[in-house]
Structure formats: C-alpha cells, structure tokens
C-alpha cells in the first residue's frame, strides 16, 4: 500500500546487549512488502520458538490490516479501501469492523488536526501521486500539476460525503468523485492495534519497527531496559547520522520528512507530504517526530504539525497530554516540547 506514512523519516533503531540480560536472547526478524515498507520485531526470549512465535503473530496480524486498508490492489473476499473507493457513488460497501474502527478514529483525527489530516484528500492526492511517478520515471520532462486541476479534485474531499453505518458495518461515499487516502493515519494505527494484540496474548517486551513507526513494548531482556531508538538526521550528506538517542519503554516514535519520497522539478524538489491549504508540499520543516504511547495518535500528529506552522502545532502538542515532538527547520535549527530531553538517553 502506497501511502503517506510510507516516506515518514527512518527512525534508526539503536539496540544494545548488557551483561545483566545473558538469561535472555535477543532475537530479530524482518519482512518486507506489508505496507510497501519493511517491517522489523526485536525481542529477548528465552529460544528461538519463542521469538518465531511472537514474529509470525506480528505478521499475521499485520498483513490483515494490510489488506483492508490498501487503496491499490484488491483480495478475494475481502471488501477494502480499494472497493469502497471504487463504489464511490454507487451502493454502500459492507466491510470488516478493523475498516469502520479506522474510518470512524480518522474522523476525530480530522477535527484534531484542525483539518490538516483528512483522509477525503484522495482525489487530490492521486494527482500528485501521479505527477511524481512520472517525474521520476522522466525526470528531464517533470513537471507540477496545475492549481486548476488541483482546486477541482479538492471540491471532493468533504469529508461529510463520507457515510459510515455502525450498525450495519458499511461504508458510502456520496460523492463519486471523492476518494479515500488513509496514508497518514493507517500504518501507524494498524502499528498500534498490532502490538496491543501481541501484548494481550502475553508477548510484553519486544521492538516493533514498521517501516520507521516504532512501538517499544516493555523493555528489554531480564531487568526491562528501555530500548534506544535513534532519530536519523535528515541531512544525509552530514557525518552525524543520528541527532538523538531516546529511551523508551510503552511509547511510539514516529516522524514525517521531506525527503523520502520526492521529485524534482526545475531543480526544486516537490515532497509527498501535501498541505490541505495550499495544496502544494508544506514547507514550514525539513522533518518533525512525534513521541507518545499510541502509534497511531504519533502517526497522526506527525503529519498535522508538518503541515501546521510552529507555533500552531506546538499549542496542539501542548494541548495532548503526554505527548512530545521535534521539530527539524530547514536551517538545521530545531525546537522540541519540554519533555522532550527527558527522554534522552
């Protein structure tokens, strides 16, 4: 599934052994293609099995809300985003409660976000979707959509058009012209979900890393260490890769950047992360993370105070409690919240 949470920052997972936790192995695995990214679980377990046990869970479950909320390719027997963007207009779309559950928290999200996350925004982001492609695939004739075209696909992003049924589990979009883009919340929601459903099954202290939306569980080994996550800076070109080492027990990290997933038109780059204002790329940051218990709340926030100026997202992070964030200008200077250096490690 192609998304916007897909170019969210690399969050550099920085794991270390001590003496005191040789009663426990550290095990890792990884896989690729749910969510179009790669996926990463670290744990200390008492063997092998163990560990294959809790890796194939986290899979198993993930590759569920993989496929329900892909808005790309279809699955036998499985109603997704995919259908019910393809119904649009039409009938509504019966579907899994894992789909009404992320449609309905989207919808808080909007109104927490003072609207700058919106999963309406499809129709608008296709066209960019579109454009980069082809900007990539023939970067000497990249080019930028026009605001006509934009402005157009943007009168079908009202996110009222957007009928939810609790009861009969079904999902309607009024307008045929509208499309549903869960980029910015999905990954980091399905991250969260995932992980409370390992740990209800008793797996309590593992790393979950899906594709930089990080989910520390526990801690690590015998004595419950936090586990050191690093944010990787976003200037690849410095000799300092990582600007912080956090540690973290029971909290997410998640970040957006400019520079994951972009093209270049007339030497200027043009990134993925699209302000619902302008419709253009926002350009307040180079890069903004997020740090709080839920992964999906993280993946939420770390899209709206992208595209919100300082200030503005600041009051917001300030406004949540529990909840800390960088911010990363395009200077190299950076802001945090205040507590966020007691995190560090």
Known sequence: MKKTAFTLLIIIVLLSTSSCNRALQRYQASFLFLFN??????????????????????????????????????????????TINDNAGKEPIKVDKKIIDLLLYSKDAYELSYGRVNIG???????????????????????????????EANEHTN???????EEASTVLLLDSDMRLDVGAIAKGYATERVAQAATLKGYTDF????????????????????????????????????????????LSLVASGDYE????VDG??????????????????????????????????STAIYNMP????????????????????????????????????
Not at 159 to 165: G, Q
Request: aromatic content about 10%; overall charge negative; glycine content about 6%.
């Open 37 to 82: 990214t790669i996926t990463e679980i670290v744990a200390y377990t008492k063997n092998e099995d163990e560990f294959n046990e809790l890796a194939n869970f986290i899979k198993d479950e993930l590759e569920i809300y993989h496929q329900l909320y892909d808005k790309y390719n279809s699955y036998e027997g499985i109603n997704n985003i995919k």
């Open 121 to 151: 925004m499809g129709s608008v982001l296709e066209i960019w979707h579109d454009y980069r492609e082809q900007g990539i695939d023939d970067p000497l004739n990249a080019t930028l959509p026009s605001m006509e075209l934009l402005e």
């Open 159 to 165: 996110l009222d058009m957007l009928i939810i049924d």
């Open 207 to 250: 790393l979950l890393s899906v594709g930089g939306n990080v989910r520390a569980a526990g801690g690590k080994g015998k004595e419950k260490e936090p586990w050191n996550v690093g944010i990787q800076n976003p200037d690849k070109e410095a000799e300092k890769h990582s600007l912080f080492t956090l540690a973290l027990n029971d």
């Open 261 to 264: 997933r972009y093209y270049t």
């Open 268 to 301: 200027k780059v043009y990134h993925h992360i699209i302000d619902p204002d302008t419709l253009m790329p926002a350009e307040y940051f180079t890069a903004v993370s997020i740090i709080c218990e839920d992964s999906g709340l993280a993946d939420v926030l």
């Open 310 to 345: 300082y200030d503005k997202g600041l009051a917001l992070i300030e406004s949540i409690g529990d909840t800390e964030a960088l911010w990363i200008f395009h200077d190299g200077s950076m802001k945090y919240s205040d507590g966020f250096e007691d995190l560090l490690k």
